[in-house]
């Protein structure tokens, strides 16, 4: 490749990057802990590898939404820390700067990715044609992680630091075209990824409490006092990214509203898919008294529904219809 397709693959690659940093803080280091208390301490490259042969099985057949994506996290975290492992006992050799201010998982991740960075510079790393040709699909990447595995099988010698590099490179790419993939597919059933950057330690991803829900729902991650008649703006901790031609509405729950009589005051929030700020939710109290919300409370529901781009033109007439220029009451009241 020449050194400006190399130099845009890089920068793509950039954006897996963000989302390891924020899996490895949020969820691998939040679940299991951070070095040397985290199980991963124990594993042999062997089981790393074993790891990620369970993730490359289950591809394709996850029931939950999303969770495709989530696997080629686990898969290629899984991929570095066998790398690291290779390379020398987890890269206690060099141990964590401490001035970098950063979790030792987190910086290990750091090291593999720029070795990666490196592979691909100097054409280590076996870029597939499918990035060449332009045809970008996530199942291509994910048969070319089995090829990887296959490989490790008949060598007998175990997994080398290319191998789980040009893994880790597998599992980034088709993380990075889940997302089109899906939204292309004009199936109304096919799950779309939203990305979701935790912006509080305490954040909670927005999660679908049946397999009937619509709404996601919102969780504080802050205590609040709200008097009687007043409106607050309660935090999440949580920025997404919607996908082009698609909103995010925030709508109020049954059980708050019911109860504590909480609701949004604008009824429906609209969130573009350009912002990147923090969910900020507006509750207002109708009761009597002053209602309380505590951290972990559910506040408000999210649906990703999508917003197709229209364009407005003057029209000196408009078509006709049976109901016209009917308004407010023009229906009645009565079916």
């Not at 969910?279 to 408000?300: C, E, T």
Request: charged share 20%; glycine share 10%.
């Amino acid at each position: 490749m020449s050194q400006s397709s190399t130099a845009a693959l890089l920068g793509h690659l950039d954006m897996f990057h963000e989302a390891m940093i924020q899996h490895i803080e949020f969820y691998t280091i939040g679940q299991y802990k951070d070095w040397p208390e985290d199980e991963a301490t124990f594993y042999s490259a062997s089981d790393c590898v074993w790891q990620i042969r369970k993730y490359h099985r289950r591809f394709g057949h996850n029931v939950r939404p999303g969770q495709d994506a989530i696997d080629m996290l686990k898969t290629a975290h899984y991929a570095a820390l066998c790398a690291a492992k290779i390379y020398g006992g987890d890269l206690l050799d060099l141990k964590t700067p401490p001035e970098t201010g950063m979790k030792f998982r987190t910086w290990e991740w750091c090291q593999v990715y720029g070795w990666l960075c490196q592979a691909i510079g100097n054409s280590e790393v076996i870029l597939p044609i499918e990035v060449i040709s332009g045809t970008k699909t996530a199942h291509p990447m994910v048969e070319r992680i089995g090829s990887v595995l296959k490989l490790i099988d008949r060598t007998f010698i175990g997994p080398d630091i290319i191998n789980m590099l040009d893994i880790v490179f597998y599992a980034a790419l088709a993380w990075l075209y889940l997302p089109a993939e899906k939204a292309a597919s004009g199936d109304p059933a096919a799950t779309l990824p939203v990305h979701v950057k935790a912006l509080h330690p305490e954040a909670v991803l927005p999660e679908f409490k049946t397999t009937g829900s619509v709404g996601a729902d919102l969780v504080s991650v802050e205590n609040h006092e709200i008097p009687a008649g007043h409106v607050t703006m309660i935090g999440t901790g949580l920025a997404v990214e919607i996908p082009e031609g698609w909103e995010g509405q925030v709508r109020a729950r049954s059980g708050i509203s019911y109860v504590k009589q909480l609701v949004l005051p604008h009824g429906l929030g609209t969130i573009d898919a350009d912002y990147r700020g923090e969910i900020l939710v507006p509750l207002k109290n109708l009761s009597g008294r002053s209602q309380s919300i505590a951290a972990g409370d559910r506040i408000a529901q999210l649906m990703i529904r999508p917003a197709p781009k229209c364009e407005f033109r003057w029209a000196k007439e408009l078509s006709d219809t049976a109901r016209g220029a009917g308004g407010f009451g023009s229906t009645g009241v009565q079916s």
